[in-house]
Protein backbone atom coordinates (compact mmCIF):
# COMPACT_ATOMS: atom_id res chain seq x y z
CA UNK A 1 0.00 0.00 0.00
CA UNK A 2 1.06 3.80 -0.74
CA UNK A 3 2.34 5.61 2.13
CA UNK A 4 3.17 9.53 2.99
CA UNK A 5 5.47 10.65 5.23
CA UNK A 6 6.16 13.85 6.56
CA UNK A 7 9.00 13.74 9.30
CA UNK A 8 8.87 17.16 10.46
CA UNK A 9 5.91 17.70 12.66
CA UNK A 10 7.00 21.34 13.72
CA UNK A 11 9.22 23.27 11.55
CA UNK A 12 9.81 26.84 12.81
CA UNK A 13 12.03 29.59 10.59
CA UNK A 14 12.07 33.32 10.63
CA UNK A 15 11.24 35.42 8.16
CA UNK A 16 13.29 35.70 4.87
CA UNK A 17 15.11 32.54 6.25
CA UNK A 18 14.49 29.82 2.92
CA UNK A 19 12.29 26.74 4.22
CA UNK A 20 12.07 23.32 3.27
CA UNK A 21 8.97 20.73 4.08
CA UNK A 22 10.17 17.18 3.55
CA UNK A 23 7.66 14.83 2.03
CA UNK A 24 8.50 10.81 0.74
CA UNK A 25 6.42 8.79 -0.10
CA UNK A 26 6.73 4.69 -0.97
CA UNK A 27 4.87 3.59 -4.10
CA UNK A 28 5.73 0.85 -6.12
CA UNK A 29 4.04 3.05 -9.46
CA UNK A 30 3.95 6.49 -10.51
CA UNK A 31 1.68 8.71 -8.07
CA UNK A 32 0.52 12.03 -8.58
CA UNK A 33 1.66 14.29 -5.69
CA UNK A 34 0.27 17.46 -4.19
CA UNK A 35 0.72 19.83 -1.12
CA UNK A 36 -2.34 20.94 0.58
CA UNK A 37 -2.34 23.64 2.82
CA UNK A 38 -4.56 24.73 6.45
CA UNK A 39 -4.37 28.38 7.37
CA UNK A 40 -5.72 29.15 10.49
CA UNK A 41 -9.57 29.36 10.87
CA UNK A 42 -9.71 28.53 6.73
CA UNK A 43 -9.80 25.35 5.28
CA UNK A 44 -7.93 22.70 3.71
CA UNK A 45 -6.65 24.02 0.15
CA UNK A 46 -4.74 22.65 -2.71
CA UNK A 47 -1.36 24.62 -3.15
CA UNK A 48 0.06 22.97 -5.90
CA UNK A 49 0.23 19.88 -7.81
CA UNK A 50 3.42 18.58 -9.28
CA UNK A 51 2.17 17.69 -12.68
CA UNK A 52 1.46 21.53 -13.14
CA UNK A 53 5.54 22.33 -12.42
CA UNK A 54 4.44 25.80 -11.16
CA UNK A 55 5.01 28.04 -8.17
CA UNK A 56 2.12 29.00 -5.89
CA UNK A 57 2.96 31.73 -3.30
CA UNK A 58 6.61 31.75 -4.41
CA UNK A 59 6.51 27.37 -3.17
CA UNK A 60 8.30 25.17 -5.53
CA UNK A 61 7.94 20.96 -5.30
CA UNK A 62 9.86 19.03 -7.26
CA UNK A 63 9.31 15.02 -7.85
CA UNK A 64 12.25 12.99 -7.35
CA UNK A 65 11.92 9.66 -8.27
CA UNK A 66 14.54 8.08 -7.33
CA UNK A 67 14.15 9.63 -3.74
CA UNK A 68 10.33 8.94 -3.99
CA UNK A 69 10.61 12.81 -2.37
CA UNK A 70 8.11 15.79 -2.96
CA UNK A 71 10.08 18.73 -0.81
CA UNK A 72 7.93 21.61 -0.94
CA UNK A 73 10.77 24.43 -0.85
CA UNK A 74 10.26 28.50 -0.73
CA UNK A 75 13.46 30.71 -0.63
CA UNK A 76 12.30 33.31 1.72
CA UNK A 77 9.77 32.39 3.76
CA UNK A 78 7.20 35.27 5.17
CA UNK A 79 4.71 35.42 8.20
CA UNK A 80 1.89 34.68 6.62
CA UNK A 81 3.18 31.31 5.09
CA UNK A 82 2.42 30.09 8.50
CA UNK A 83 -0.07 26.89 8.32
CA UNK A 84 -0.40 23.50 8.72
CA UNK A 85 1.11 21.65 5.02
CA UNK A 86 0.06 18.07 4.37
CA UNK A 87 2.25 16.34 1.24
CA UNK A 88 -0.25 13.78 -0.50
CA UNK A 89 -0.77 11.17 -3.18
CA UNK A 90 -2.78 9.82 -5.26
CA UNK A 91 -2.74 6.97 -7.78
CA UNK A 92 -3.35 6.97 -11.26
CA UNK A 93 -5.88 5.44 -13.26
CA UNK A 94 -9.32 4.60 -11.53
CA UNK A 95 -8.52 5.33 -8.00
CA UNK A 96 -11.28 8.17 -7.74
CA UNK A 97 -8.81 11.02 -7.01
CA UNK A 98 -8.59 9.31 -3.33
CA UNK A 99 -5.77 10.98 -1.59
CA UNK A 100 -3.07 9.58 1.03
CA UNK A 101 -2.19 12.38 3.37
CA UNK A 102 1.29 12.64 5.05
CA UNK A 103 1.17 13.39 9.01
CA UNK A 104 1.23 17.04 8.46
CA UNK A 105 3.94 19.75 8.67
CA UNK A 106 2.74 23.31 10.84
CA UNK A 107 5.36 25.72 10.02
CA UNK A 108 5.93 28.91 11.91
CA UNK A 109 7.67 31.91 10.44
CA UNK A 110 8.79 34.16 12.86
CA UNK A 111 9.19 37.73 12.85
CA UNK B 1 -21.68 29.85 -4.27
CA UNK B 2 -20.94 28.08 -0.82
CA UNK B 3 -18.50 25.35 -1.64
CA UNK B 4 -18.73 22.45 0.82
CA UNK B 5 -20.63 23.05 3.98
CA UNK B 6 -21.05 20.80 6.79
CA UNK B 7 -23.44 20.34 9.42
CA UNK B 8 -22.84 20.23 12.24
CA UNK B 9 -19.33 22.15 13.56
CA UNK B 10 -19.40 21.14 16.86
CA UNK B 11 -20.78 17.96 18.75
CA UNK B 12 -20.29 16.15 22.35
CA UNK B 13 -21.59 12.68 22.30
CA UNK B 14 -21.80 10.16 24.48
CA UNK B 15 -20.84 6.66 24.04
CA UNK B 16 -23.29 4.43 22.13
CA UNK B 17 -24.90 7.25 20.87
CA UNK B 18 -25.49 7.66 17.34
CA UNK B 19 -25.61 10.60 15.13
CA UNK B 20 -25.17 11.96 11.25
CA UNK B 21 -22.76 14.45 9.83
CA UNK B 22 -24.05 16.29 6.77
CA UNK B 23 -22.04 17.18 4.00
CA UNK B 24 -23.63 19.48 0.88
CA UNK B 25 -21.67 20.86 -1.72
CA UNK B 26 -22.92 23.32 -4.70
CA UNK B 27 -20.71 22.63 -7.69
CA UNK B 28 -22.24 19.97 -9.17
CA UNK B 29 -18.89 17.46 -8.18
CA UNK B 30 -19.73 14.16 -8.82
CA UNK B 31 -16.85 12.30 -6.13
CA UNK B 32 -17.25 13.11 -2.16
CA UNK B 33 -15.32 11.90 0.33
CA UNK B 34 -15.28 11.23 3.74
CA UNK B 35 -12.05 11.99 6.12
CA UNK B 36 -10.93 12.29 9.76
CA UNK B 37 -8.08 14.43 10.85
CA UNK B 38 -6.43 13.30 14.18
CA UNK B 39 -2.73 14.67 15.29
CA UNK B 40 0.55 13.02 14.28
CA UNK B 41 -1.73 10.77 11.82
CA UNK B 42 -2.84 13.33 9.05
CA UNK B 43 -6.11 12.67 7.36
CA UNK B 44 -7.49 9.49 6.77
CA UNK B 45 -10.19 8.45 4.37
CA UNK B 46 -12.60 6.98 5.91
CA UNK B 47 -15.42 6.06 2.83
CA UNK B 48 -15.98 7.95 -0.85
CA UNK B 49 -18.86 7.85 -3.04
CA UNK B 50 -17.89 8.47 -7.33
CA UNK B 51 -21.71 9.23 -7.63
CA UNK B 52 -25.78 9.48 -6.61
CA UNK B 53 -26.69 6.10 -4.89
CA UNK B 54 -22.80 4.90 -4.91
CA UNK B 55 -20.43 4.72 -2.21
CA UNK B 56 -17.39 2.68 -1.33
CA UNK B 57 -14.81 2.19 1.54
CA UNK B 58 -11.80 3.89 2.39
CA UNK B 59 -8.77 3.50 4.56
CA UNK B 60 -10.84 3.55 7.84
CA UNK B 61 -14.17 2.67 7.52
CA UNK B 62 -15.09 0.78 10.36
CA UNK B 63 -17.64 2.05 12.98
CA UNK B 64 -19.01 4.14 9.98
CA UNK B 65 -21.79 4.45 7.69
CA UNK B 66 -22.40 6.60 4.43
CA UNK B 67 -25.29 7.39 2.08
CA UNK B 68 -25.13 9.54 -1.21
CA UNK B 69 -28.95 9.57 -1.74
CA UNK B 70 -28.44 13.08 -3.79
CA UNK B 71 -25.67 14.10 -5.63
CA UNK B 72 -24.99 17.24 -3.59
CA UNK B 73 -25.46 15.50 -0.54
CA UNK B 74 -23.26 12.87 1.26
CA UNK B 75 -23.83 11.60 5.15
CA UNK B 76 -21.31 10.21 7.47
CA UNK B 77 -23.39 8.34 10.37
CA UNK B 78 -22.09 6.59 13.57
CA UNK B 79 -24.56 4.06 14.54
CA UNK B 80 -23.18 3.34 17.90
CA UNK B 81 -20.14 6.09 18.84
CA UNK B 82 -17.04 5.37 20.85
CA UNK B 83 -13.95 7.51 22.46
CA UNK B 84 -11.75 6.56 19.33
CA UNK B 85 -14.07 8.25 17.02
CA UNK B 86 -13.30 11.63 18.63
CA UNK B 87 -11.64 13.75 15.71
CA UNK B 88 -12.18 16.42 13.10
CA UNK B 89 -14.08 15.12 10.18
CA UNK B 90 -13.88 16.65 6.75
CA UNK B 91 -15.73 16.53 3.80
CA UNK B 92 -14.37 16.86 0.07
CA UNK B 93 -15.26 16.76 -3.12
CA UNK B 94 -13.75 16.62 -6.35
CA UNK B 95 -14.95 16.65 -10.25
CA UNK B 96 -13.60 13.96 -12.06
CA UNK B 97 -10.97 14.07 -14.35
CA UNK B 98 -9.38 11.83 -17.23
CA UNK B 99 -6.03 12.87 -15.50
CA UNK B 100 -5.95 12.58 -11.83
CA UNK B 101 -3.09 14.51 -11.46
CA UNK B 102 -5.20 17.68 -12.34
CA UNK B 103 -8.19 16.38 -9.32
CA UNK B 104 -8.15 18.78 -6.82
CA UNK B 105 -10.16 17.85 -3.59
CA UNK B 106 -12.19 20.85 -2.23
CA UNK B 107 -12.93 20.91 1.51
CA UNK B 108 -15.37 22.01 3.77
CA UNK B 109 -14.78 23.87 6.86
CA UNK B 110 -14.73 20.10 9.29
CA UNK B 111 -16.72 18.68 12.17
CA UNK B 112 -15.26 18.89 15.37
CA UNK B 113 -16.51 15.41 17.47
CA UNK B 114 -15.89 14.48 20.67
CA UNK B 115 -17.53 11.25 22.41
CA UNK B 116 -16.91 10.53 25.79
Known amino acids: AQRVTQPEKLLSVFKGAPVELKCNYSYSGSPELFWYVQYSRQRLQLLLRHISRESIKGFTADLNKGETSFHLKKPFAQEEDSAMYYCALTLGGTSYGKLTFGQGTILTVHP | NAGVTQTPKFRVLKTGQSMTLLCAQD?????MYWYRQDPGMGLRLIHYSVGEGTTAKGEVPDGYNVSRLKKQNFLLGLESAAPSQTSVYFCASSRPSRQSSYNEQFFGPGTRLTVL
Open chain 2, 27 to 31: MNHEY
